[in-house]
């Protein structure tokens, strides 16, 4: 068992991108490997092995992933099982390559977290992840045997980032790219940051392994840190106090990079907005598949942002595939459920066999033009694939929900409510709600539909809830939270949460009461100062009525029949997020003198009305 948190999030990360070998396998029987050292135009090497099938006669694509994670293991003699995804892709004979990117592992260079991409070349040795992915394929075509000339490009996560970067003005012989779960944005939406609200749990652990210096070549190299969470992470970074702690000499001590830069970069500046990937793709001519999973806790975002602004800025086909997973779930043997939430059947199998492998086989092996429909989507609640030709679909009624009195969630304005009406709550944040219940430990993977009932026992979350539903009622695409809040302080974040409640009765296939069940369907948080702007922050003003509005992530769910939709509102999300001081400063330098309790007040009446607002089939 590996106590560290961050190896384990490590593990995890390389099992979803990388197929390591199975017991019982042989991949020396079944596939060549070669190694390369492939010069880049500013004279850096890097490392890519190309895994060619044996007892396969003729030519054969390539399928190549780009990652941070390690392409090893490094060495002719040593193999891995090269193939994912679809077992498919190994009977067709496909070549699987991979390769670590600049200042990994063994490959030269400097390794940078989401290098931005170059807006203008001064000359032919500038270089960027694009180009990289371009001069790997120039030369993969060139001197890996048996190809056929064409080339495609996925990932998940990091690797799903780099698949997305190497689309653009791409090399003729990238034919198709699916960017999974991508790395696209780090500030307003992505891992380390959601509306400026910073993700301390997981880039703590992260960066613990990952923020060291790398001495490349090198096949690997020691974490930054170990840690012991002593079996409660709650308490764990409750203990650490405010976030410079972090850099104290037990954890980064001011040697990790990209943690400094967290800290020296608190607003949406020119350095987060250099490392936004979505708004660079242009120049995209191949084919693109981008996938992401309706409970991705990381990286959904990415998925649909990605497709968003490929198909707004480039003519190319331009797909997306949206399921019921966790980050990197379609990847794994079996995805039938997430917690106790089902699924009804093996979606990562559905993925693979019926939209991954016949997208890339169209474009590598037959006529370039995807036969598959343009988006493919999961539609939870009601457990059905659906297939659309854009994303949100066609058609969508966009209808509000009120907060209303008596915690009660109506489908229309509180009527005759014309005297300034609200709810209250503390928030502490020496004593924050949890974002799971029961005893935290490393991030889990069932948290975004887990049962919520924890949370509405608590005096600091406000729960409201709809009648029971007299027709199945479907929410799809975006979902916009608008509240009008009061605090007593000048600075507060806001967690916003749309919920499935289960009638008395439910009970899952395997026999387990569900009855009450209070499943998490979507939310997000907002950092309160960055409600106007995410470049220039404000203060609120104590006492005053403000509006804190804001984008959670897409649904496609249909609560139903005899369900109710529920909508909690919070102020604390730990230590998923980090805890707001609640006074209005920099989070990352100050002490715990600026650790304050508020009171919020959420207002629902007098023409401040909070709501929700969604897309309805």
């Known amino acids: 068992m590996i106590n560290n948190p961050a190896m384990r999030r490590l593990l995890v990360l390389v099992l979803t991108a990388l197929a390591l070998t199975a017991p019982g ?93 170059l807006q203008f070349r001064t000359g032919h040795d500038d270089v960027d992840e694009s180009t990289d992915t371009y001069d790997t394929i120039d030369y993969l075509i060139k001197h890996v ?23 653009i003005h791409n090399h003729p012989a990238l034919k198709a790219a699916s960017p999974q779960a991508p790395v696209s944005e780090w500030f307003i939406g992505d891992d380390m940051h959601h509306h400026g609200a910073f993700f301390l749990q997981d880039c703590f652990s992260f960066f613990s392994g990952m923020g060291g210096p790398k001495n490349n070549p090198s096949p690997g190299w020691p974490p930054l840190f170990q840690f012991d969470i002593g079996g409660d992470a709650y308490k764990f970074f409750l203990n650490l106090g405010p ?19 967290v800290t020296y970069h608190p607003d949406y500046d020119d350095f987060w907005q250099a490392r936004n990937v979505e708004h660079n793709m242009r120049g995209v001519t191949c084919p693109l598949l981008t996938v992401g999973g309706w409970f991705d806790a990381e990286d959904m975002f990415g998925a649909l ?17 949206m399921g019921p ?23 990562s199998k559905t993925f693979q066999d019926e939209v991954e492998f016949p997208f890339f086989d169209a474009c590598l092996r037959g006529d370039g033009k995807p036969a598959i429909p343009k988006v493919t989507v999961f539609e939870t609640g009601r457990n059905e694939w659906h297939k659309f030709d854009t994303w949100p679909p066609k058609g969508l009624k966009r209808v509000e929900y009120y907060l209303g009195p008596g915690s009660t969630l109506l489908a229309h304005a509180p009527v005759g409510d014309r005297q300034p009406s609200f709810d209250q709550y503390v928030s502490d944040p020496m004593n924050p709600v949890p ?29 409201y809830k709809s009648e029971p539903l007299t027709a199945d009622t479907t929410w799809a695409g975006p979902v916009t939270a608008d509240l009008w809040v009061k605090v007593s302080t ?35 948080v907002m950092r309160g100062k960055y409600r106007r ?62 650790f304050v309790k508020s009171t919020v007040e959420v207002e629902r009446g007098a023409g401040h009305f909070s709501r929700i607002e969604v897309g309805k089939m």
């Open 533 to 594: 702007s995410y470049q220039n922050p404000v203060p609120f003003v104590p006492g005053v009525p403000d509006e804190v509005k804001f984008p959670l992530p897409d649904l496609y769910h249909t609560f139903r029949k005899g369900h109710r939709i529920m909508v909690q509102v919070q102020s604390s999300w730990f230590p998923l997020v980090d805890r707001n001081p609640q006074s209005y400063c920099n989070i990352y330098t100050c002490g715990q003198d600026a």
């Open 325 to 347: 997973w966790y980050h990197g779930g379609w990847s794994s043997g079996l995805m039938d459920r997430l917690g106790d939430v089902e699924f009804g059947s093996n979606t």
């Open 145 to 167: 045997k048996d190809n056929n000339g064409r080339v495609g490009i996925w990932g998940i996560s990091y690797p799903g980032g780099y698949a997305a970067l190497g689309a």
């Open 243 to 261: 976030i410079k702690n972090a850099n104290g000499p037990k954890y980064f001590n001011n040697r990790c990079k990209f943690w400094n830069d």
């Open 25 to 117: 396998q042989d991949p020396k029987g079944r596939y060549t490997k070669y190694e390369y050292n492939i010069p880049m135009r500013d004279g850096i090497k890097l490392y890519v092995c190309a895994y060619v099938p044996k007892n396969k006669p003729g030519s054969h694509p390539i399928l190549l992933e780009r990652t941070p994670y390690g392409a090893g293991p490094y060495g002719a003699d040593s193999y891995r099982d090269p193939s994912r995804g679809s077992k498919k892709f190994e009977e067709a004979g496909y070549i699987f390559a991979y390769g670590d990117v600049r200042g990994i592992h063994m490959s030269e260079g400097v390794f940078e977290d989401v290098r931005p991409q």
């Open 305 to 321: 942002h990605v497709y968003k602004a490929t198909g707004e800025q480039n003519e190319n086909w331009n797909g997306l595939c």
């Open 435 to 463: 974002y799971q219940g029961g005893t935290l430990q490393w991030r889990s993977t069932t948290y975004m539909d887990d049962d919520q009932r924890f949370a509405e026992a608590r005096p600091d979350v406000l729960s």
């Open 490 to 524: 000048t600075d507060a974040d806001f967690v916003v949460k749309v919920i499935d409640v289960y009638p008395r009765g439910t009970k899952s296939s395997h026999g387990k009461d569900l009855s009450g069940y209070e499943q998490l369907v979507r939310a997000d």
